[in-house]
């Protein structure tokens, strides 16, 4: 291994720069193209980007020198674009004087006395295209990029060019001609260059510069591990046969499929991204990630330890294919929501990511990948056991039990499903008609109302409409602060029959409002003036503010609440709040029942 500070035209007499395939897509964003340009500008004497791991390839004699790139494909692909991007924004004459500084850095020949150039830097497949048609552009008969037509949808590669183009145009032509001589001056030694050779151990030097700080996803560290182990017990050619059709296709085949994996989602208080919720998931299943042990800082780490175990090329491709066969129930099974999604009751599955997305409750993720997989052919057993996995979230949701434990219970569950069934006891119907007096969470209330919604839809066939988008806001009926405008309190007596004191009687009050049967949806949240008004103003509104009737869509505000005040009935108090809760409490235990064996 030999460091050595480089100017970046050291690239000038290289011949292919090859990002490996097993490396990382481009990834770099608006922040790093402003940063890297305002470091350029601002800092005259040059700017240090930090260091690059390169690797000689062995080629025969007479083949053009290959680079493998173990590091720093980032800053060398936006630095060639940069360069590129200089030199499009140049007038005709300047173009014509720097194109040969130009193709020396950014494109190759197969010998010296040949007319054919090719990309100097080799990505992989998802890449490729982008970046090859950016440094191309408008060369020997080419066309041009329209930069108007890209957007964000675009490939990043291509958003940089844009970026770069637009901030230089912006620039006079003397910055401009300053900055390429700037990047391509044998003076300014702005990379260190860490060349190894073939008996130096590049996974070791890359994951000591990534714990030094280079932030790679879990992900990434897991492939670059994996790959670099089968190269070992196999070579080169059958490890990028095997990444083509497994890692490769699964993961990486076109920008909508790295979006997807890309793609974050809350678990608990952190955000994960698809990919590494499904590799997670994996590790839990094959019982090499405890949760009672281990914490999501040690994942790459343990799956580097398990690969290493392999001793085999045939082992490695197992688990290789084992990984993308979870993938590939993880993306057909776990589904993604937006406010365009219509719930219906009838799709149970769908219910339960939906309670457990809203619950922000990724846990038992890996058991549901579990199911997926080991009862793929028999569908109904997965819908109970999922059925039973809902009922258990729920039912401790309501009655307010401990989530601390469900790490270890989803590792039971995967040893053994029908444990779910003894879960199941520790929760009685008694614990629900309680959790259903006393609901401080905003969020589990409109979880619990829009589902007994959509039950009474599917339950009875006068409703025409049986799928509803989750776009409802709770309101109490009986405000929180009721102090101003609901005076009247029926009187009110204990169990043993003697008649509630004044403070008792407000105190009983107080806590009725958070029964469930105070709260419903509304279409669209009431005027804030509203609501604290009384029970005819809420309902009515007032003037231009429209009141709970102009918005009441769903069963459980129409036909609870609406129907009986149109009839009449213009009051709202403790006695419809316990009546009511005892209705929703029936359906509550009527949707996620538990019969104890």
Not at 188 to 195: E, F
Not at 226 to 241: F, G, M, P, T, V
Request: with cysteine.
């Amino acid at each position: 291994m030999e460091a050595r500070e480089k100017e970046l035209k050291f690239l000038a007499t290289e011949g292919k720069v090859i990002i490996p395939f097993f490396q990382r897509t481009y990834v770099w964003e608006h922040e790093n193209w402003e940063n890297l340009l305002e470091g350029f500008f601002s800092k005259p004497d040059g700017h240090f980007l930090g260091s690059i791991i390169l690797k000689q390839i062995l080629t025969s004699s007479g083949e053009p020198k290959k680079l493998e790139v173990v590091d720093g494909q980032q800053r060398l692909t936006t630095l060639s674009i940069l360069i590129k991007a200089l030199y499009d924004t140049f007038p005709q004459g300047l173009q014509q004087n720097s194109k040969d500084e130009m193709r020396q850095v950014l494109f190759s020949k197969l010998s010296s006395t040949s007319s054919d150039y090719y990309v100097k830097i080799e990505h992989s497949q998802v890449d490729k295209e982008a970046y090859e048609e950016v440094i191309w552009a408008n060369i020997d008969g080419k066309p041009p990029i329209d930069i108007e037509k890209i957007d964000e949808k675009s490939h990043r590669i291509k958003q940089c060019y844009k970026y770069f183009c637009e901030t230089l145009n912006a620039k006079t032509v003397e910055e401009r001609i300053d900055l390429f001589n700037k990047i391509l001056n044998t003076k300014n030694k702005m990379l260190v260059v860490i060349d190894l050779v073939e008996k130096d151990d590049e996974q070791a030097i890359f994951d000591t510069l990534n714990t030094a700080g280079v932030r790679l996803t879990t992900a990434e560290i897991v492939k670059n591990a994996l790959y670099q182990k089968i190269i070992e017990k196999s070579d080169r050619e059958n490890a990028i046969n095997l990444y083509k059709n497994t890692w490769e296709k699964t993961f990486l085949f076109d920008e909508e499929t790295v979006k997807y994996w890309e793609r974050e989602k809350i678990t608990g208080r952190l955000k994960r991204d698809n990919l590494e919720i499904l590799l997670h998931s994996v590790a839990i299943i094959k019982g090499f990630f405890d949760p009672d042990k281990h914490t999501l800082s040690d994942l790459s780490k343990l799956y580097k330890e398990e690969i290493q175990k392999e001793e085999s090329y045939e082992k490695l491709k197992t688990f290789v294919n084992e990984i993308i066969e979870y993938a590939k129930i993880y993306r057909d099974k776990f589904p993604d929501f937006d406010k365009s999604t219509l719930f219906s009751f009838e799709d149970s599955v769908t219910r339960l990511f939906h309670i457990l997305e809203e619950l922000e409750i990724s846990t038992f993720h890996p058991f549901i990948l579990y199911v997926f997989k080991k009862f793929q052919d028999r569908e109904e057993e997965i819908k109970n056991i999922l059925a039973n996995l809902e009922r258990f979230v729920v039912r401790r949701m309501i009655a307010r039990q401990e989530t601390k434990n469900y790490n270890k219970y989803c590792k039971e569950f995967i040893n053994n499903h029908k444990s779910i069934l003894e879960k199941l006891k520790e929760t009685t119907d008694q614990d629900i008609s309680n959790g259903l007096r006393k609901i401080t969470s905003n969020k589990n209330a409109t979880l619990l109302l829009f589902w007994v919604e959509l039950y009474r839809k599917h339950k009875d066939n006068k409703y025409d409409t049986k799928e509803l988008k989750y776009a409802y806001s709770l309101e109490h009926i009986m405000p929180q602060k009721w102090e101003e405008h609901w005076k009247n309190i029926p009187e009110k007596y204990k169990l043993d029959g003697s008649k509630m004191t004044d403070e008792e009687s407000k105190k009983d009050r107080y806590e009725k409002v958070y029964w469930i049967g105070n709260m419903t949806l509304l279409r669209s949240s009431l005027n804030s003036a509203l609501r604290n008004y009384t029970f005819e103003e809420k309902m009515e509104g007032e003037g231009r503010k429209k009141g709970i009737k102009a918005y009441a869509d769903l069963s459980i505000t129409k036909d609870d609440i609406v129907e009986p005040y149109d009839k009449g009935d213009k009051n709202w108090d403790e006695n419809k709040i316990e009546e009511r809760t005892n209705k929703l409490g029936e359906e509550i235990k009527e949707i996620w029942n538990f019969q104890s064996e």
